[in-house]
Structures are given as C-alpha cells and as structure tokens.
Nanobody, 121 residues
Framework: QVQLVESGGGLVQAGGSLRLSCAASGRTFSTNPMGWFRQAPGKEREFVAAIRWSGRTYYADSVKGRCTISRDNAKNTVYLQMNSLKPEDTAVYYC???????????????WGKGTLVTVSS
C-alpha cells in the first residue's frame, strides 16, 4: 500500500521560511514524478510545484522564485523549501506522486493527508 506522509508544516511569520518533507513508502518513486499542491480555506486545491525523474522542476507563478522542490531518491522523499512566505501561502500542503507524467498541474495518482502551513502577518 502506497503511503505519502508530509511533515514540516507549522506557524511562521511573514517573510519566514519552512521546509516541507514527504516520505513515500509502499513503492519506489525514483523514476516517477512527485509534487506539491495546496488548498487554502474556502478555495480549490491548486498546483504548487512538481519534479520529474530527470530532476526537471515546475512551479506555479505564485511561488516561483520563493520555493524550491527537490528529491532524494535514495530516501524516496520529496521536499519543498519555501522562503519569503506570505499570508496568502496559508494552506494545507499536500504531497503527491504519480506513475507517469501527465503535465504541469495535473492531478496525480497518490496523495498524502496534508500538512498545515500558517503564515501570520
């Protein structure tokens, strides 16, 4: 059974940084795309960032230049480093993984339960 478990969320002041981690188990995703999505209160889930097996990365315009997605295939883990956080970044952040690349922002097959990030002004 595939499991994705996020960690690293919390409360941070505007301008601060957080590093989210997502550990996968149940199968290896070293040759598969992984990504991060988020859902703010009262809003739909939105794409944040993705990384393909080649290491190529993609970002939503809203986080480009402030966030960096990376992966450690040996640990079957994906990370999201978030800097210069803004109150509008407040959301539940979900880790996702897929069996194949479907395109930027497309929903993936496997999802974590999410970790809450709250940015205070």
């Amino acid at each position: 059974q595939v499991q994705l478990v996020e960690s690293g969320g919390g409360l941070v002041q505007a301008g601060g940084s957080l590093r989210l981690s997502c550990a996968a188990s149940g199968r290896t995703f070293s040759t598969n795309p992984m990504g991060w999505f988020r859902q703010a209160p009262g809003k739909e889930r939105e794409f944040v960032a993705a990384i393909r097996w080649s290491g190529r990365t993609y970002y939503a315009d809203s986080v480009k230049g402030r966030c960096t997605i990376s992966r450690d295939n040996a640990k079957n883990t994906v990370y999201l480093q978030m800097n210069s956080l803004k109150p509008e970044d407040t959301a539940v952040y979900y880790c996702a993984a897929d069996t194949s690349w479907r395109g930027v922002g497309q929903a993936m097959d496997y999802w974590g339960k999410g970790t809450l990030v709250t940015v205070s002004s």
